[in-house]
């Protein structure tokens, strides 16, 4: 069988062919469930895991025609594998990696459309083939006065079906989670904004220049050199970095030092954005990494076109609640909850209990590397706490029963990039200097 992706000649890109694509996947979900439903009523055998397995594939079909923000959501949920049944954590993993390219007409026009010329006259040497395919956008392999070169081609449309998905989805998910609009404006608000920058190549050439520059000084960090003037709206070029991503490293059995300097890379690389440079790059899934056994261990960093600006109120407070302080003085987990809005000042006694207890048994878990001298990921013992930890906040009647979100906004992207960096570090096995002060 061959499952090597197939190229797309054309994107859903308006509004209501968005939509019919949605209604589409909707009525074949649908469909698997009564096919497997029926086998069950006349005795056949019809395995839960299968269901889950052709509803993935199907959904993840859509994903992959649809691309933009709704892939983004694939990819953000392959992250967090806890949360979902191994078929579609597996399927959506594929997000991280490789989904159907536009085929070789698309991709000249995009050029055509930016630079007058075709690749094959931009570039000395251009692969029309991409090497890789995501969300946003798709990788080709280029040369120009020999250098190699990656060129990242968006795909038409993405930043208009963006708001449209938004708007698409909105309506349903408040109808179906019960939750009032004005509530969540803030959060959609924050989401679509980090999903917009994301189409701005101009702002992620920009960014990934200064992140760059700021970061030389850190050990085993490898970045590309942008190339403006063969860069456009929807086109960025900069240099192909080597390495190799991480399912793909993993296979070739490196050494526990080469993890653990890789590891030690990655979590420098992190503690310095969010400490001194107040930014962090907020994508941290196995794609946008490349790694390599040189110099003892190096990582390559791709894509910074979602990076979270942290203000400095929301940077202390976000170290104000991981400070190992905090956990043993009650008044202060209070007033930290209370700035970062989980507590409110009409919540009952009990509740504002509740959620004081809650949050310093996940503070308590979550933080724990931040709050010795060294870290261990590779103890399974470990993630599989932070597991059992969220399988049991889901089954809390009082978080079940409280459906509006709490917290600031700023801490959905925060929280993403922690759980992205603690699942790489913890696939890497490594173990880490993650206070050398102590």
Same mark, same amino acid.
């Given at each position: 069988m061959d499952d090597t992706p197939k190229s797309l000649t054309s994107l859903p890109t308006t509004k209501v062919a968005r939509a019919a694509r949605f209604a589409k996947t909707g009525l074949n979900v649908g469909a698997n469930y009564v096919k497997h439903y029926a086998k069950r009523a006349v005795g056949a055998d019809s395995p839960t895991e299968d269901l889950h397995a052709a509803n993935a594939a199907e959904l993840y079909g859509t994903l992959s025609e649809m691309k933009g923000s709704v892939l983004k959501v694939a990819q953000m949920l392959a992250m967090e594998k806890n949360l979902l049944p191994t078929a579609y954590a597996?399927?959506?993993?594929?997000?991280?990696?490789?989904?159907?390219?536009?085929?070789?007409?698309?991709?000249?026009?995009?050029?055509?459309e930016a630079f007058g010329k075709s690749p094959f006259e931009v570039f000395d040497e251009f692969d029309i083939e991409a090497r890789q395919a995501?969300?946003?956008?798709?990788?080709?392999?280029?040369?120009?006065? $020999?250098?190699?070169?990656?060129?990242?081609?968006?795909? +038409?449309?993405?930043?208009?079906?963006?708001?449209s998905?938004?708007?698409?989805?909105?309506?349903?998910?408040?109808?179906?989670?019960?939750?009032?609009?004005?509530?969540?404006? +803030?959060?959609?608000?924050?989401?679509?904004?980090?999903?917009?920058e994301e189409t701005d190549y101009a702002l992620? @050439?920009?960014?990934?220049?200064?992140?760059?520059?700021?970061?030389?000084?850190?050990?085993?960090?490898?970045?590309?050199?942008?190339? +403006?003037?063969? =860069?456009?709206?929807?086109?960025?070029?900069?240099?192909?970095?080597?390495?190799?991503?991480?399912k793909e490293f993993l296979a070739t059995n490196p050494g526990q030092q080469v993890r653990n300097q890789l590891g030690q890379a990655l979590w420098d690389f992190y503690m310095f954005q969010l400490n001194e440079l107040r930014q962090v790059h907020a994508?941290?899934?196995?794609?946008?990494?490349?790694?390599?056994?040189t110099d003892g261990?190096?990582?390559g960093v791709l894509d910074f076109g979602c990076v979270k600006e942290v203000p400095a109120d929301v940077h202390h407070l976000f170290t104000a609640l991981l400070a190992p302080e905090t956990l043993i003085d009650p008044?202060?987990?209070?007033?930290?909850?209370?700035?970062? $809005?989980?507590?409110?000042?009409?919540?009952?006694?009990?509740?504002?209990?509740?959620?004081?207890?809650?949050?310093?048994?996940?503070?308590?878990?979550?933080?724990? +590397?931040?709050?010795?001298? =060294?870290?261990?990921?590779g103890d399974p013992a470990y993630i599989q706490s932070l597991y059992a930890l969220g399988d049991d906040l889901m089954q809390q009647p009082e978080l079940r029963q409280?459906?509006?979100?709490?917290?600031?906004?700023?801490?959905?992207?925060?929280?993403?990039?922690?759980?992205?960096?603690?699942? @790489?570090?913890?696939? @890497?096995?490594?173990?880490i200097r993650t206070n050398p002060a102590e």
């Open positions: 597996d399927q959506f993993a594929q997000a991280q990696y490789q989904t159907p390219p536009l085929s070789g007409p698309l991709v000249v026009k995009t050029f055509r995501a969300s946003i956008g798709q990788v080709h392999a280029a040369r120009k006065d $020999g250098r190699a070169l990656a060129v990242k081609v968006q795909y +038409p449309g993405v930043a208009d079906s963006i708001r998905d938004i708007r698409l989805v909105k309506p349903i998910a408040l109808r179906v989670l019960g939750l009032d609009e004005a509530t969540v404006r +803030p959060y959609m608000q924050e989401v679509e904004t980090r999903l917009l992620e @050439l920009r960014r990934g220049q200064h992140i760059a520059a700021t970061s030389a000084g850190l050990a085993h960090l490898q970045f590309a050199q942008y190339y +403006p003037e063969l =860069s456009a709206a929807r086109i960025l070029t900069m240099d192909w970095l080597p390495g190799q991503h991480l994508d941290p899934h196995p794609g946008n990494f490349l790694l390599t056994a261990g190096t990582v008044a202060r987990l209070t007033q930290l909850l209370t700035q970062a $809005g989980v507590l409110r000042p009409d919540d009952p006694v009990a509740r504002r209990a509740f959620y004081v207890d809650t949050m310093r048994a996940s503070l308590e878990l979550v933080g724990r +590397p931040f709050r010795q001298p =060294s870290f261990d990921f409280q459906r509006e979100p709490r917290g600031s906004e700023h801490f959905i992207y925060l929280n993403r990039t922690y759980v992205g960096l603690y699942a @790489l570090l913890t696939e @890497l096995r490594a173990s």
